[in-house]
């Protein structure tokens, strides 16, 4: 599929899976715009690219209402959003129900699910007149299989964006419009930090790096419009899966 001048939104961008998304489209010569909740974090992000650089936008994606600013900026500014790709997300370091508290709960449920959500509603409307668009979630494996690592409020919403992407994908197909859910395992991300106990640097060697991610979504986002990936799981070697 030729991208060369497509508009791709990468929230979650100024860093981790979705700052290696926002490459590989650049590198495919999409127009890009990184999104999130730093600015300062989103400028130092686009640093990477001198040439043809990418545009930034701070956004909470929870917040409905920005969203909507966001996608409005964008269109105005570069036109349609023809790749969505929805990587913001968060985890907490209070994982079991005992510990975490219920705004720790709601937290983590209106970024990771709701934030996806309001994401794809601002950016169906146009791809649906267009007959045509990308999606992607960037999801994980703890929303096919609930672990104890991820925590109860994460896979929890996970899950949901699995139920989200999957639900949307199969509503809108007849449309053009693909959406593709990518299970990620262990990333070596800055989300790390989130979690109870350290990791060591053994354990961040042996796990998977953005870049392995956005590889598998670029095989996606570049396949002709006649093919569609519905999900996709991708884990270090050593991690098991069952």
């Not at 983590?108 to 309001?118: F, I, R, S």
Request: hydrophobic share 45%.
């Amino acid at each position: 599929m030729h991208l060369e001048n497509k508009v791709a939104v990468v929230t979650g961008g100024g860093s981790g899976i979705g700052l290696a998304i926002a490459e590989m489209l650049s590198g495919e010569g999409c127009r890009v715009v990184l999104a999130g909740r730093t600015a300062e974090r989103l400028h130092a992000a686009a640093e990477w690219k001198q040439a043809a650089r990418p545009e930034t936008y701070p956004v909470d994606v929870a917040d409905r209402q920005g969203v909507q600013q966001l996608f409005e900026w964008v269109r105005t500014r570069l036109g349609p959003v023809e790749i969505l790709v929805n990587s913001a997300g968060v985890n907490i370091t209070s994982r079991s129900m005992k510990e975490m508290t219920p705004a720790q709960w709601d937290h983590v449920l209106a970024v990771n699910v709701t934030g996806a959500y309001n994401c794809m509603h601002a950016v169906l409307p146009a791809m649906r007149a267009r007959q045509s668009g990308i999606i992607v979630n960037i999801s994980s494996v703890a929303g096919k299989r609930v672990t104890v690592l991820g925590g109860v409020a994460y896979c929890a919403s996970k899950f949901a964006m699995t139920a989200l992407g999957t639900g949307v994908g199969i509503e809108e197909a007849e449309r053009g419009i693909r959406v593709t859910n990518v299970y990620p395992g262990e990333v070596d991300t800055p989300l790390l930090s989130q979690r109870a106990e350290p990791v060591s640097e053994q354990r961040r060697a042996i796990m998977l790096q953005p870049a392995d991610v956005a590889r598998m979504v670029q095989a996606i986002v570049r396949l002709p419009a006649r093919a569609h990936v519905p999900e996709l799981v991708i884990k270090p070697t050593v991690q098991p899966y069952s």
